[in-house]
């Protein structure tokens, strides 16, 4: 590449959470930025797209939650987010359970009424680890044999296409444990759905940056003088230590003659029989009243190279592989990894956003110090 040819100060590769909140960040301060994404649509994993009135989140439920008021407070610049309170139901052989484990769980499985009957219930179940190693030596210690065996094992197994002793204790903090009669699924202080769906969002946020759909990311191809990448970072090293583990998830959706087909956004099916891991409704993201409605049913599946990858798999043996490879991106001078791919971390929205912000303060923090 001529270097006097570059036009681009940001190559900005995937048009995701990260590479558009750092397009919209570098292009506020006068840099050009060129994004470029693989897919024919903006917005990576969170894009909705509108079926029949129906916004619909077409990788799977997207939830806005975060206990940053940074973040909920930048993100609103760019929609307006709904009362939405994430309270999924999880339906085990036909019985119907709240999540997060709470007060309304606990009556369900053993029909107790106050705090102190679902503790005691809880305690003679639990197993006692001082530190547990793996997801089910996690769950056994936190919750016991029940809701292990209705709730979790069957779930996780498919999510993650390993056994739950296989697996690390760090995914399962994620589902909160709690004594009040509460389903809120998130503990954060903010939450919500933009209304009208994630894809308006993502144009405010790249409206005027130059953004190339159906483009593959190749080396060098365009001029730019750095490069940001939110890719899987073992595929930008073309895997030369081998691929890193993800999960990814096959969708299928189907609009239905009915109003109302499970009375909740998001069921769960938390035995092992049933293929898919759960059901969306998208309308009651948004509270639809629309005369039809869409589903999808999310089946995990193993991730192959020129599939999409959806998880990380944080495990031992691709955390050490990983350090491999931010060895190599260390050693890349002019490129900046992030994003879930990019940073190998099983991110939710707020913390990719947030990640963005740091980087961009950096960019342009370190070039002031110059
Ligand atoms: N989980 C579970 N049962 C459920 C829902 C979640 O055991 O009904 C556990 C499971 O280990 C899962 C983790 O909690 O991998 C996080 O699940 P969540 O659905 O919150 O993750 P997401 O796919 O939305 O990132």
């Known amino acids: 590449m001529n270097k006097g040819a570059l036009v681009y100060d940001y190559l900005i590769v995937g048009a995701g959470w990260f590479g558009a909140v750092t397009a919209y960040e570098l292009t506020k301060k006068g840099k050009r930025c060129l994004v470029i994404d693989k897919r024919s649509h903006i917005g990576g994993n969170s894009y909705t797209e509108n079926v029949d009135d129906i916004n619909v989140h077409k990788y799977g439920a997207h939830i ?5 008021r940074e973040v909920w407070e930048y993100v609103n610049q760019f929609a307006d987010f709904n009362r939405y309170t994430n ?23 053993w029909s107790v009424t106050t705090p102190v009957e679902a503790k005691a219930k809880i305690e003679s179940q639990r197993m006692r680890i001082t530190e547990p190693q793996n997801l089910e030596e996690m769950a056994l210690s936190l919750v016991g044999t029940d809701i292990y065996e209705k709730l979790i094992k069957g779930y996780t197994e498919k999510q993650w296409g390993r056994k739950c002793s296989e697996l690390p204790a760090f995914i399962i903090k994620r589902l909160p444990l709690r004594f009040t009669y509460d389903n809120n699924y998130f503990n954060d202080r903010y939450q919500g759905i933009p209304i009208g769906g994630y894809t308006q969002l993502f144009e405010k946020l790249l409206d005027g940056v130059e953004v190339k759909l159906n483009t593959q990311y190749k080396h060098d191809e365009f001029g730019a003088k750095k490069v940001i990448y939110s890719g899987a970072i073992d595929e930008y090293f073309d895997y030369r230590y081998g691929s890193l583990e993800y999960r990814s998830l096959q969708f299928e959706n189907e609009t239905l003659d009915i109003e109302n087909y499970q009375g909740n956004a998001v069921v769960n099916y938390t035995s092992s029989e049933v293929p898919y891991i759960r059901i969306i409704e998208h309308k009651h993201f948004e509270f639809g009243k629309q005369e039809k409605t869409v589903i999808t049913r999310e089946f995990p599946k193993e991730w192959q190279k020129g599939e999409e990858p959806f998880y990380t798999v944080n495990d031992n043996k691709n955390t050490e592989k990983y350090k491999q490879y931010v060895d190599l991106a260390n050693s890349e001078k002019n490129v900046i990894f992030g994003g879930r791919l990019g940073s190998y971390r099983y991110y939710d929205m707020w913390q990719v956003i ?8 950096k960019e342009i923090g370190g070039e002031n110090n110059e």
């Open 64 to 68: 806005f939650h975060t206990n940053d």
């Open 87 to 109: 309270s999924p139901v999880a339906d085990y052989h036909g019985e119907i359970y709240n999540l997060p484990f709470n007060m309304n769980t606990f009556h369900a499985l």
């Open 354 to 361: 947030k990640e963005a912000l740091k980087t961009v303060e």
